[in-house]
Structure formats: C-alpha cells, structure tokens
C-alpha cells in the first residue's frame, strides 16, 4: 500500500504519475519522498525499512515526451528479463507492468548493502493524444524500455477561437 | 541550448548498488540504465574501486516532457575494497543496464580445511 492510497482527498488513481514530476531532483521533495516511504513501510506492516520478502513492489522512473508525430514513454528498468515486461495500451492509457526477480545466487554471507528495487511494478500512464494502438512499438535496451505510440491524425491540435 | 540543459548535462548521480557475500566471492550489482559496456569505467586505485559510467545523449532533450521523472545524467560510485578481496581477480560485466562485479575472495579469508596427517 502506498501512502497516498490512504490519503482520502487524492484525485484518480491514473493521474498519479503527474505527482510524481522530478521528486528526487528537489531537497525538499527528497525528504517528504524519505518520509513518505517511512510511512509506507509502516502501514505495510513490516517496520521501518525492513521490506517482506514477497509481494515486493517498486516503482519504475518514467519520462514521457511528446512530439508532433508519437508519444513516446522511457522507463527505467535495468537488470530486467524481457519476457517479464508486460506492455499494453487500452483507450487512453498505457500500461507497464511486470515483475524483477532476484538474481539467482548464493548467498551465504548475507546482503552488505541493499538498494537496487526487487518486485513487480505496475505503472498506468495517461495517454493526453489519441494513438494508433496497432502501431505501438516497444523495446528493451540496456536497462531501459521505450515505447513510441504513434499518433492518429484526429489527435492533432485545434485552436478554438474565441466568438 | 539554455544554461539550465547545460547544467542538467553535467549531473552525477549516485548509481544503487546491491553488494552480495556469497562463498567465495562478493557480487556487487550496480543499477545504470542506458548506459553501454563502452561507456563505463571501472577502475582499482590501491584500495579505491570506483565505477564511472556515461549515458549517451538523451535523444529526446528539448521535446515537450509530459511527465519527466528522471534526469540523464551519468554515475559514480566509489567504494574502499578490503583485504578479503582478492583484488587481481575482480571481473565487471554490464547485461540490461546493470554492472556486475564478481570479486573472488581473497584465499585467506576462504574457509579451508586443514587435513590432519596421521604422524
């Protein structure tokens, strides 16, 4: 559970994303986002900092550009199996999903330092153009997804003038 | 290009980085999306490991971001290796985005049996 799922006055759930602007970037954002996962480990029930084995989840880092032609989605989701990343696009929205698992290995001695992101992630994506969802195209490379969602025609921009 | 995408240009960032003892060697796993084997350099001062990686020019700097989360920028990461390492047999590999450093343990921190002869 994430913290802003218990925070009643949130707007929809599909626009969460927008929130999300450059949180790491700014100080102030940093440590709210510091607390904000303080929070989020306490109400899911296992302490501070200390996360459960299963039902691991992170949330992947995206950029999304628009150009005149296609929109087009970057994630950030290295050491990924590509069979394991699930990618589709309904109405107006794209949807990534998938599960990272843990590099298979021994492990006698123990974990020294933790902090890359195990788990699965589920990120919906507002899509602000219509698109041609046949058209969609989506790689793996080096640690990162692309998507590129060609517009349709009927997407484009009108100025409406005013009477 | 305004100063402000110079300045994005020149940012570092701190790479998350597992680091894994198994029996006979440490793993360390550092996270570097987008970034290329030709482009990351990892080097062994005395006891100074230190990862180095650049990203290549985002190609879509300038457009319109509708929601931008991450900044290009490229990594380093510098950590003190111990004595437990057997540094001349440290070997780094980079597969999807993540470099992996397999540092065999020195022998004389691997656990050894020490047969008893029978005099």
Redesign the interface.
């Known amino acids: 559970m994430s913290f802003r799922d218990i925070v009643p006055w949130r707007g929809l759930k599909k626009n969460d994303?927008?929130s999300?602007?450059?949180?790491?970037?700014d100080a102030f954002l940093g440590l709210q986002k510091h607390v904000n996962d303080l929070f989020d480990n306490f109400f899911s029930g296992s302490g501070f900092g200390i996360e459960p084995l299963m039902g691991r989840t992170f949330t992947p880092?995206?950029?999304?550009?628009?150009?005149d032609e296609a929109?087009?989605v970057?994630a950030?989701?290295?050491?990924?199996d590509e069979k394991e990343i699930d990618v589709s696009v309904n109405d107006d929205s794209l949807v990534l999903k998938g599960e990272k698992k843990e590099?298979k290995?021994?492990?006698?001695?123990?974990?020294?330092?933790?902090?890359?992101?195990y788990g699965s992630f589920y990120r919906r994506?507002a899509i602000?153009a219509e698109v041609d969802a046949e058209k969609v195209e989506a790689s793996?490379k080096?640690?990162?997804l692309t998507v590129n969602l060609p517009k349709t025609g009927t997407g484009t921009t009108k100025k409406i003038k005013l009477n | 290009m305004s100063n402000h995408d110079k300045e994005v240009e020149k940012m570092v960032f701190v790479p998350k980085v597992d680091v894994i003892e198994g029996k006979n060697n440490f793993t360390l796993r550092a996270d570097l999306p987008g970034v290329v084997s030709e482009d990351v350099d990892v080097n062994l001062t005395g006891d100074l490991l230190t990862i180095a990686a650049k990203v290549k020019e985002y190609e879509a700097r300038g457009l319109p971001m509708l929601y931008g989360e991450f900044v290009t920028g490229d990594y380093e990461v510098s950590f003190k290796v111990s004595n437990k390492v057997d540094k001349e047999k440290i070997e780094a590999e980079l597969k999807d985005g993540v470099l992996t450093l397999t540092m065999p343990k020195a022998a004389e921190v691997k656990p050894r049996q020490i047969k008893v002869k029978a005099a």
């Open positions: 994303s927008l999300r602007r450059d949180e790491y970037e880092k995206v950029d999304v550009v628009e150009t929109i087009m970057k950030e989701l290295p050491g990924m590099e290995e021994e492990k006698k001695g123990g974990f020294h330092r933790v902090e890359r992101s994506i602000p793996y080096n640690g990162v």
